[in-house]
């Protein structure tokens, strides 16, 4: 490979076609497509290659033992053919390779991206899961790479295809977003075998999404379905990789062959084309890490190409014409086709989910694979939110390096086959070193913002983040003072439950920014931690509660040792009945059994127990696939289980023993009844018997629920789900737990005429309603077999020599659909979600001097509650990134669910927006710049938007809106 660059160098050092075919070439985008024929079948070859941002090899060397060759072979190729055509997908593979360029060879790339030969499709860091991600994380993704291409290359560059080729199911909130970053189309490969037959039986393989129940016909997008995966037609790979026969076309050569290639080729189009609406069809041409040595690809392509010129083949009286191109050429071209024909595409109002590739394997394991990684990733993101607002109040001084790392890190966990679980074990060991220094990294730059906050000076308080206080571990506060910042990343004012490990159980004063004591409550550790390598861990936890957090802001809490006599710790006794919580939020558990047995919540008591279950493993259970022997799983504990009654000035609830594979904490907030917090630990997982387990914990209810369940979509809009079913195709039950099991990123629901029961979860995971009245949520798993998808490994992560252990928490929701007289108990889903999403972030130092500024706010007023500042970020001198999102659905609150405006001009503490430029969802361009195709059956619109004035600082909202903005500001 190393030849091939060399020869690409040579050829520049020459000025051999440094600046070709500029005098004459097309523009770009719709404009540099190659023209389809109506009266033909038109044939869109797309040459690329799917790489990867780690999985069965780490990102590096992925890079630099292919990805590198692939670009720099790809360049070479299509400078010596203005034909040819290539698409780029991951940016941050692009980023490594274009940073190590020279100017000849960036300038010579830029050529190629104007005229239309280089096109860069997806545009994100990575290409996302779409199960397992949160939209904000997703947004923030694409935004980071969008904005590289753009710095890079120009307008010539803006990707206007979404290329989700390889997730394993999709969901309707990515087509939301893809349509929003103004892309008229996506592509993907994986969907049910059952509705990918059906759809080649009705010829709707190409479809229009309406990717939004509350976004209408704005969030429409054209969606593609590749006919065989994303790799090149049977017997048609060229590359050095595969064994095909090349194309020979010397008539003189015994070996001659062009024209019997021409017709194998076209007997496979013309299948194809009997599957597809329209008189175009897409063929891939490439696979994972293909284009090493891109000449032997494609010179056979232009081989192919011509022998169509030469021996004319047809199908159905058309022509067929063969030409390279590109995903957003075809979809131009389906979109000629559809308008010219007034021709209405299916339109697709759900999502595809689950995904099944064949009888009994449905990827639905993946939903919980890794459980720490997924929780991992959303501790990632709850810290960037942070770095990036504490930054945008510092006026430039912080290092951008520092929470780029961390942006890039992030971007890399939501590639799907980061989150997801499904890389090899050296792969997820790369992820979690490349998560944890982006943190550290952000963590340092934020906490020099604050202490500049605080002291009022270039102090630097050296504050620590606590990264290990769910293994009960944490330097700073191993001393008896200490100060402790509560950073609130809400747009409005919250009371939030801090919880630190604190050592030698002694007595506390914690002083408030008021100078006022803090209730405080010592409660045992959840487990024992000792196991934990390198770190001092505690066998007490403290927690108080930080109340009226300002919004974007802090508040700072002293804390110095009282006396060095122990203070009662609030395990009182083993009791066999117990009623525990408030009068407004309260459980009982059963004298017989130890387990929950009701709630009462929002003025509703209903029946509800908990426990732990696992169901055992097929043999093709694995990283991705769920099989469970069994359909009724088997309850961990063997009888009933012991508890022990833990309460104190903050909170109330039990500790539950469920032997040696699980605890768990069930508690009520003084200060916070919204919610019962259920905090739980599982593993390690006990197969030594030769079985895989899968754990999940299962609520249930006497709720009637009819098969009736819902799941939200990647923590945004929720979708119902029906058990047992699926709108699009006639569902088969031959695998009646793993076939109803969907993603649950921030929720399940059931719900009767009168009564809505919620669960919220701290990370993605699988759940289902199995039974009606029921809900379960698949927690941890551990597998004995590798399920044959390729990551060539079974699921059992090992932690300090034994079985890795899974800490996590469940929030439960209660009450009459119609609310608390507040809100409705969506609404209080909404709130719950968001406070544990972006959850206060906790910064401790050793330091107790220099404390100027004991409490901030960044916003001089909380914004009303259906509405968040999604993101603010420096993005260059005096300019901010600034979104602003409706958090609520249409009909989800009688009063929340409305129109709302908000009014930015004197909104900010330490600075004034004096201007709001609007862009697209990913903020590389203009909004007004934003012109999208039209299709029939839907108002999607080619017309500009207009142009908004940028002195106008009120920015109104419709519910589920997301308004996203350039904001130039000036400080005070």
């Known amino acids: 490979m190393s030849l091939l660059v060399f020869l690409f160098c040579f050829s520049l050092f020459l000025g051999v076609n440094t600046k070709p075919y500029e005098a004459d070439a097309p523009s770009c985008g719709y404009d540099a497509c190659p023209e389809a024929d109506p009266s033909a079948l038109n044939v869109h070859i797309v040459p690329h290659s799917h790489d990867d941002v780690g999985w069965l090899k780490t990102l590096d060397q992925y890079y630099f033992q292919d990805v590198q060759n692939v670009i720099s072979s790809v360049i070479v190729a299509l400078k010596l053919n203005p034909e040819r055509r290539f698409v780029q997908v991951e940016t941050a593979f692009f980023k490594l390779w274009w940073s190590r360029q020279n100017d000849i060879i960036k300038e010579a790339v830029q050529n190629l991206v104007n005229n239309g030969q280089l096109e860069f499709i997806n545009g994100a860091w990575s290409m996302n899961d779409e199960a397992a991600v949160h939209y904000q994380s997703t947004i923030d993704q694409f935004t980071l790479g969008l904005r590289y291409i753009e710095d890079n290359l120009g307008r010539c560059a803006r990707p206007k295809v979404g ?425 009982e558990i059963s004298e017989q059994t130890g387990l929950l047995e009701s709630i009462t919540m929002n003025g509703v008591t209903l029946q509800v127990t908990q426990d732990f279950q696992y169901y055992t493993s097929q043999n093709s259970s694995g990283a991705y696939i769920f099989v469970p022997v069994e359909t009724d799983p088997s309850r961990v504990a063997g009888g009933p289980i012991t508890t022990t009654l833990v309460s104190g000035d903050v909170s109330q609830g039990v500790l539950q023993e469920f032997g040696s594979w699980a605890r768990q904490f069930i508690k009520v907030y003084n200060d916070d009844k919204s919610y019962i917090e259920f905090d739980w630990i599982v593993g390690p997982l006990d197969i030594s018997d030769g079985v895989g387990k899968e754990v999940v914990s299962k609520f249930s209810t006497p709720l009637e629920t009819n098969g009736q369940f819902y799941t939200d979509s990647n923590g945004r809009e929720v979708l119902q789900r029906t058990r047992n079913s699926r709108p699009d195709y006639d569902y088969t039950d031959e695998q009646p737990v793993a076939g109803n099991y969907y993603p649950v990123t921030s929720k399940i629901v059931i719900e009767d005429d009168d009564v809505e029961f919620a669960v919220l979860t701290d990370r993605s995971q699988g759940g289902s309603s199995i039974n009606d009245g029921e809900v379960e949520l698949m927690v941890h798993r551990a597998c004995q077999h590798d399920d044959g998808r ?134 590389n361009m203009l909004l007004e710049e934003n012109v999208r195709l039209s299709w029939p059956g839907s108002s999607t619109t080619d017309d500009q938007v207009e142009k908004r004035d940028v002195d106008d600082l009120t920015v109104t909202l419709q519910p589920m809106q997301i308004r996203t903005f350039l904001a130039t500001v000036s400080y005070n």
Not at 270 to 299: K, Q, S, W
Not at 810 to 825: A, E, T
Not at 915 to 923: D, I, M, Q, R, Y
């Open 790 to 923: 390729g990551v060539g490994e079974n699921l059992n992560e090992q932690e300090f020599g034994d079985g890795i252990r899974v800490r996590g928490k469940h929030f439960l929701v209660l009450g009459p659909k119609g609310g608390n007289g507040d809100k409705s108990i969506a609404a209080v889903e909404r709130d719950v979600a968001q406070r544990k999403l972006l959850s206060p972030w906790t910064f401790v130092t050793k330091q107790v001097d220099n404390l100027n500024n004991l409490q901030f706010s960044g916003l001089k007023n909380s914004l009303p509650d259906n509405v968040q500042i999604l993101t603010l970020e420096p993005w260059s001198e005096n300019t901010l990134l600034f979104r602003l999102e409706h958090v609520l659905e249409n009909g989800e609150d009688d009063n929340l669910s409305q129109e709302v405006t908000v009014d930015v001009s004197d909104l900010f503490t330490l600075f004034s927006i004096t201007e709001l430029k609007e862009t697209t969802l990913g903020a």
């Open 163 to 587: 290329w989700q080729i390889d997730p394993f199911g999709h969901s309707r909130e990515q087509a939301s977003i893809s349509a929003q970053l103004g892309f008229d189309s996506m592509f993907f490969a994986r969907l049910d075998y059952r509705d990918k037959n059906r759809r080649m039986d009705d010829k709707t393989m190409d479809l229009l999404w309406r990717g939004s129940a509350n976004l209408g016909n704005n969030a429409d997008i054209f969606t593609s379905v590749l006919y065989q995966h994303y790799s090149a037609p049977g017997g048609f790979c060229f590359d050095i990789v595969c064994n095909d026969e090349v194309i020979i076309d010397d008539e003189e050569d015994p070996d001659y062959n062009l024209e019997k290639r021409v017709g194998e080729f076209a007997d496979q189009m013309r299948d194809r084309a009997e599957h597809y609406p329209t008189n175009n069809i897409l063929v891939t041409m490439g696979d994972d890490f293909r284009y090493e040595a891109a000449m032997t690809t494609y010179m056979n392509l232009d081989l192919l190409i011509k022998g169509f010129d030469l021996f004319e083949q047809t199908y159905n009286d058309k022509r067929i014409k063969v030409f390279y191109s590109t995903p957003s050429c075809y979809t131009k071209a389906v979109n000629d086709y559809v308008n010219s024909n007034n021709y209405n595409l299916e339109l697709k109002t759900d999502d595809f989910f689950p995904y099944a590739d064949g009888t009994n394997t449905y990827w639905t394991g993946y939903f919980t694979s890794r459980a720490t990684s997924k929780h991992f990733e959303r501790q990632g993101n709850n810290l960037l939110q942070v770095s990036k607002q504490l930054a945008a109040n510092a006026q430039g001084s912080y290092d951008n390096e520092q929470i780029n790392t961390l942006k890039e890190a992030v971007g890399v966990m939501q590639h799907h086959d980061a989150i997801t679980g499904t890389e090899k074990q050296h792969v997820a060991n790369n992820y979690y070193l490349r998560l944890s220094r982006g943190m550290q990294s952000a963590a340092d730059a934020a906490g020099q913002v604050l202490s500049n906050l605080i002291t009022g000076d270039d102090t630097n308080l050296e504050f620590d983040s606590c990264l290990l206080a769910n293994v009960s571990a944490c330097t700073q506060t191993e001393s008896d003072t200490f100060t402790v910042a509560v950073y609130n990343p809400l747009s409005r004012t919250q009371t939030a439950i801090v919880t630190l490990p604190v050592f030698d159980q002694q007595n506390y004063q914690i002083r408030d920014p008021d100078d006022n004591d803090v209730p405080y409550q010592l409660d045992a550790s959840l487990t024992d931690f000792s196991y934990v390598e390198n770190a001092r861990t505690s066998q007490t936890t403290l927690q108080f509660a930080a109340k009226d957090l300002p919004p974007l802001g802090f508040k700072v809490y002293r804390f110095s040792a009282a006396d060095k006599q122990p203070k009662s710790n609030p395990l009182l006794k083993k009791t066999p009945n117990l009623s525990v919580g408030y009068e407004e939020t309260s459980f």
